[in-house]
């Protein structure tokens, strides 16, 4: 492989793109998305097939060590409802059936008799597939994410409020699929695999697909459901920076539930730090991470060039938000 420069020395940590697109900007790489490429975006679609990139969530899926768990709570069910006007201590709020409140039978004819369910969900917004807002790491005494912004001055008692998820805008990009474990011949990665720059040279010119600048990549390491905890195959630094220096991509995501790589011993691609890509990523670059997507379908229909769409939820201070992407060909 020739690679066009070194991607495995720590240059990095001393270069970054702030200031790119103004000292006040929020949105980092995803500048780049204008009118022009979501019309090349769209000239992907020929036949019209949806891939679902999306994991289904449910209580006691598999997530990240570092995320609290997921729960889905009943909140309100036709007969517990309807329990409530048995009992005096219930109050009017919520005692629906009650006489003389709003579906007891003069309201709520017997004929209908509507009832209600409904939930409340507790869960983190790295949960299933999502994307990272750029201020979900921060690195520094001054704890600054990209642009500089610093837990100091932006951190609030309910969140970041600058570079968070409210800022993500909605996508349509071109999106490019780097099988690594189809390249590799394995029906998943080993755990402990760090993909390289140069696994991600390969594995282009293998599939015969070419990165440009713009893309959202992103790289199957072949697990539908990752184990939750850092021990899964990953993504090495000399990667993450291949994809962005030499390729251009504006968004980089993978199928696992955090993507950076850790060895054996728990070491990750860079001596001693806990967190390389996400922090070359996020703070130094403005890109933007994608993680768990589900992309075994896209490996099985040699799906490697589509339209990508995503439009994540506009919630102020979320650190992320989950996401329903697809891919469109």
Known sequence: MILKKNYHDDSWLRENCWGKYGKHDEQ?????????SVLKAISLIQKGKIYDLETERFK??????????????SYSSPAGREAMKNSER???????????NWLDEEH????????LNTEMMIAPMHIGTHIDALCHWTTGEDAHWYNGYTSGQYGTTFGPVRCDASKIPPMIMRGVMLDIAGYKQMESLPDHYLITAEDCEGCA??????LKPGDAV???????????RCGDAGVGISAARYLVE?????????????IDGFREDGSSSVAHHPQPVHHYLLIQQGVHIMEFVQ???????QVYEFCFICTPSKIRNATGMFVLPIAVV
């Open 246 to 258: 030499e390729g251009g991509a504006i968004l980089v995501g993978d199928d696992m539930s955090c």
């Open 205 to 210: 010119k293998w599939e015969g697909v070419e």
């Open 218 to 228: 992103f790289l199957r390491n072949g697990e539908t459901w990752p184990k939750g």
């Open 90 to 100: 219930m109050a009017d709020e919520v005692n629906w059936y009650k006489d003389g």
């Open 60 to 73: 006691g899926m598999n997530i990240w060590d570092g995320h609290c768990a997921f729960d889905i709570l």
């Open 295 to 301: 992309l075994n379908e896209l490996a099985k229909y």
């Open 108 to 115: 709520n004819a017997p004929e209908y008799h509507m009832g």
């Open 28 to 36: 980092g790489a995803m500048n780049e998305l204008n009118s022009q």
